[in-house]
Structure formats: C-alpha cells, structure tokens
C-alpha cells in the first residue's frame, strides 16, 4: 500500500515568506508526527496528533509555527515569516497507534531552504 | 537527564566485524522498542522491534533488551560497508488507549571500513 506522502519535496522560499508544508499519513494511521532536522544532527521532534488532535505541541520552535490536522487524515505544517534558521529537512510520520507496538512509518521529508 | 541515550559515535569498525549500537532510557514504563536505519539524506526506516527481554534475531541483525537495566542494544554481525549509517533507537510508552508519544535517541553513527 501507499506509505506517508510528503509535498513538496523541496521548497526554496525567501526570508519572510511563509510556507505549507503537506503530510498524507498511511490510511489508518491515527498518529501522526512532525519532526525537522538539520544538517548532520538528530531528529528535533515538532508536534504529535493524535487523531485530530495535537496532544503535544512543546516542540514548535515559535509561535511562527503552526500545524493542524484534518479528517484525522491530512496534516499541514505552516511556518510564518520564515527565517533562516528554519532551512532543514521536515519529516512526518505516522503510527497505527492502537497498542504499544505502533512502529512509525516516515515519509520521505521536505528539504526546505530559507534564503 | 535526556529520556533516551545513545552515544553519538561515530563507531567505526571493520567489514565483517560485529557492530554493538547501544541505548538507555529513562522511562521505566516503556513498553515497546524499535531500531531505525537512516542514511545520509534519507529519511529512517525500521529495521527492528522488540518487546520483551532477551534477544529477537533478524539476519544479520540482533536485538537485545534488559528492561530491568533499562538497557536496548543492537548487533549487527558480518558488518557490511553498506550498514554505514546513523541508527536511531525509539522507545514507546505503555499503550493507556489514548495519548503515546514515541521518544527518539539522537542517534549513533555506524562507520564500515572495507
């Protein structure tokens, strides 16, 4: 089946612009991640839903970042203003989430450049 | 006192040796392991899952768990320069049938020097 689809894969914007960053979980999944990461470093989680919901939202850097899911399906990443020290590598992943054993599935990121 | 440890590395050892990928966590209940694969400008993939103690065999690849310790491992026999990768250990809580956060290491660099 279709894993977790990512779009764009790359983004190029100048500072100051904002930017929609768009995740499509596995069909099914219930949980669904955002994480970011830069270059040669681990991954820095963002935001985790749960369903509709965002249970846990500690790791958006600023209130320029925003996240939102829809239908407990799609979700979309927005940043404001960028800056660039937001140019990374955007991943999203998603879990079945119905025991302990929900493995997360990841898409294959957005490379985003601030310039 | 980060929730899940591993040492950065990078590790580096020969073709055809053992590699051993260590990780400790915090969380006494946790209930569900799993170790990532991720290559440079790629994103991670599963290689490995465990969740009880002892060790799951898959290939090449070992997994060791010691909850009592808190301690996750993974061994990868007859290393190949093709294992050369940042190797991410993620661990999940307790499934209470609502909210579970996974929790990622920072990750180990695995170097195989032909």
């Known amino acids: 089946g279709a894993g977790v689809s990512q779009s764009p894969s790359n983004k190029v914007t100048e500072k100051g612009k904002d930017v929609e960053l768009r995740c499509d979980p596995i069909s099914g999944h219930t949980a669904l991640y955002w994480y970011r990461q830069s270059l040669g470093q681990g991954l820095e989680f963002l935001i985790y839903f749960q369903g509709n919901s965002a249970p846990d939202k500690s790791g958006l850097p600023s209130d320029r970042f925003s996240a939102e899911r829809t239908g407990g399906s799609v979700s979309t990443l927005t940043i404001q203003r960028t800056q660039q020290e937001d140019s990374a590598v955007y991943l999203c992943?998603?879990?079945?989430?119905?025991?302990?054993?929900?493995?997360?599935?990841f898409g294959n990121g957005t490379r985003l450049t601030v310039t | 006192q980060k929730e899940v440890e591993q040492n950065s590395g990078p590790l580096s050892v020969p073709e055809g040796a053992i590699a051993s990928l260590n990780c400790t966590y915090s969380?006494?209940?946790?209930?569900?392991f799993f170790w990532y694969r991720q290559y440079s400008g790629k994103s991670p993939e599963l290689i490995m899952s465990i969740y009880s103690n002892g060790d799951k065999e898959d290939g090449r690849f070992t997994a060791q768990l010691n909850k009592a310790s808190q301690y996750v491992s993974l061994l990868i026999r007859d290393s190949q320069p093709s294992d050369s990768a940042t190797y991410l250990c993620?661990?999940?809580?307790?499934?209470?049938?609502?909210?579970?956060?996974?929790?990622f290491g920072t990750g180990t660099k695995l170097q195989v020097i032909p």
């Open positions: 992943a998603s879990s079945l989430a119905r025991t302990s054993d929900s493995p997360l599935h």
């Open positions: 993620a661990v999940n809580p307790l499934w209470s049938g609502g909210y579970q956060k996974v929790t």
């Open positions: 969380d006494r209940g946790s209930q569900s």
